[in-house]
């Protein structure tokens, strides 16, 4: 799949894969096919609008290894074998290491390769600029820029995601940004036939950015690889302006498992010496991956220093989940 064919096939909701993990810690090759087969299901019956992230931070790729993170891809893309598109993160905090993992990517044949801004020195915007035009010329499939401040320190602004947005193969965006005003700055300074945008933050944000016009044509979700027809139904209601409908089912169906999310937040905030709103958190994935358990797919523990739910917490989810009627 060419850059072009990409941009326009990113839409609908793009399920970031866990990765799932034996008792022992090792990599679940079969549970990560399994759960990539339950997704291209999902997106087959009725022609669903599905893109499939793996090797992104829900992915826990900086927990695993160069070859697992590469097991992870292949698994993947062999899985899915042209059935939905496929991107594939190639985040390092050096640039060099990036263009190794994105020329891997293209190898084995994933159809977009996303990047976020190198998270451990910060650079200035030129050099955040030189470290995606490099990527993106060491390939020729599709780039995606990731814009996550909370996990790299910087942010991508609209001025800079316009100047990105003419590098001819970088042509999407996934937006983590938390200002709505943003949303509508970066809809109004891109180009459409450049980059489509994707906002990063799920089922809630989608909302807010989804007003922005058809620029914004998806969202990245975690609640999508458990329970993707809740995932799809607010990207359905909210894309055709039912936006009543939307509501409820936010209301009803996602907002239980975020309130889960940030109540087993609360219990742990003493985690970071910085300050709660400029840091990210990994409950979701602890969530997210006891949910995933629960439906019959696979989650299995977080990689150490990550810690996972406790069984109290787990009999609170799975009754979260039987109250919202996924199990």
């Given amino acids: 799949m060419n850059p072009d064919e990409f941009r326009k096939k990113c839409r609908g909701i793009v399920p970031v894969q866990f990765c799932p993990y034996t008792c022992s810690g090792e990599l679940d090759a079969e549970g990560l096919r399994e759960n990539t087969e339950f997704l291209i299901e999902f997106a087959e ?3 669903r609008d599905v893109v499939i992230m793996t090797n992104g931070s829900t992915t826990e790729f900086y927990a695993n290894s160069i070859e697992e993170q590469k097991e992870v891809i292949k698994i993947v893309v062999e899985t899915v074998d042209g059935k939905v598109p496929v991107i594939a993160g190639a985040s390092h905090s050096g640039t060099r290491e990036s263009i190794k ?3 891997y990517i293209e190898e084995v044949g994933a159809d977009c390769v996303i990047v976020v801004p190198p998270y451990y020195h910060t650079p200035t915007k030129e050099g955040l600029f030189r470290h995606y035009e490099s990527i993106a010329n060491s390939v020729k499939i599709a780039v995606m820029v ?4 909370a996990v790299s320190g910087l942010m991508i602004d609209p001025e800079l995601t316009q100047r990105l947005s003419k590098i001819e193969n970088i042509v999407a965006l996934k937006d983590n ?3 709505a005003g943003d949303y509508a700055w970066k809809a109004a300074l891109i180009d459409p036939d450049d980059m489509v945008l994707l906002n990063g933050l799920g089922e809630l944000h989608y909302f807010g950015s989804a007003a922005c016009g058809s620029h914004y044509r998806g969202f990245v979700t975690y609640i999508g690889n458990f329970a993707p027809l809740i995932s799809y139904e607010i990207y359905e209601t909210v894309s055709s ?3 009543d409908r939307a509501q409820e089912v936010l209301r009803k ?4 498992i975020y309130r889960l999310v940030g109540k087993f937040m609360k219990k742990r905030e003493d985690i970071s010496i910085i300050p709660s709103v400029l840091r990210t958190n990994y409950m979701y ?3 997210g991956k006891a949910c995933m358990d629960l439906v019959g797919l696979h989650g299995g523990p977080l990689r150490q220093p990550l810690e996972d739910l406790t069984e109290e917490e787990k009999e609170e989810v799975k009754r979260t989940l039987e109250e919202i009627g996924v199990l």
């Fill in 45 to 47: 019956k009725g022609g």
């Fill in 146 to 149: 990731y814009n996550n401040p």
């Fill in 177 to 179: 940004s938390p200002n």
């Fill in 253 to 256: 169906k996602v907002l239980p």
């Fill in 241 to 243: 302006g039912k936006i």
């Fill in 285 to 287: 994935m602890s969530v």
């Fill in 101 to 103: 993992m994105a020329k």
